[in-house]
């Protein structure tokens, strides 16, 4: 079992910086690929980025490329998600998923992961 938590939202203007922090429990953390996705209201959950085990391999929405930076420190269980340059489109709850052990291949659907956080809030105002 793999609890995530996620910490770091809040309110920003645009232009500006949030660093997320999704921590998970569990020994099995540094054999899954890790994601990042978003979902606004009245809108369908979306993918934002995803990072290989060994943080070696990472994707990103296009929505999202140049300005968002996501990492890893599998020593300390936790997942990261360098927000820069956000823009009010970039609003939204903000969740932190888990994928399956040793699974290989970039994962950009919600399905396609096992474990997700309780989300955290991320407002840009313009």
């Known amino acids: 079992q793999v609890q995530l938590v996620e910490s770091g939202g809040g309110l920003v203007q645009a232009g500006g910086s949030l660093r997320l922090t999704c921590a998970a429990s569990?020994?099995?953390?540094?054999?899954?690929?890790m994601g990042w996705f978003r979902q606004a209201p009245g809108k369908e959950r979306e993918f934002v980025a995803a990072?290989?085990?060994?943080?070696?391999?990472?994707y990103y929405a296009d929505s999202v490329k140049r300005r968002f930076t996501i990492s890893r420190d599998n020593a300390k269980n936790t997942v990261y998600l360098q927000m820069n340059s956000l823009k009010p489109e970039d609003t939204a709850v903000y969740y932190c998923?888990?994928?399956?052990?040793?699974?290989?291949?970039?994962?950009?659907?919600?399905?396609?992961?096992?474990?997700w956080g309780q989300g955290t809030q991320v407002t840009v105002s313009s």
């Open positions: 990072i290989g085990w060994s943080g070696g391999s990472t």
């Open positions: 998923a888990g994928g399956p052990v040793h699974r290989i291949g970039v994962m950009t659907t919600p399905t396609q992961y096992d474990y």
């Open positions: 569990g020994r099995t953390f540094s054999s899954r690929a």
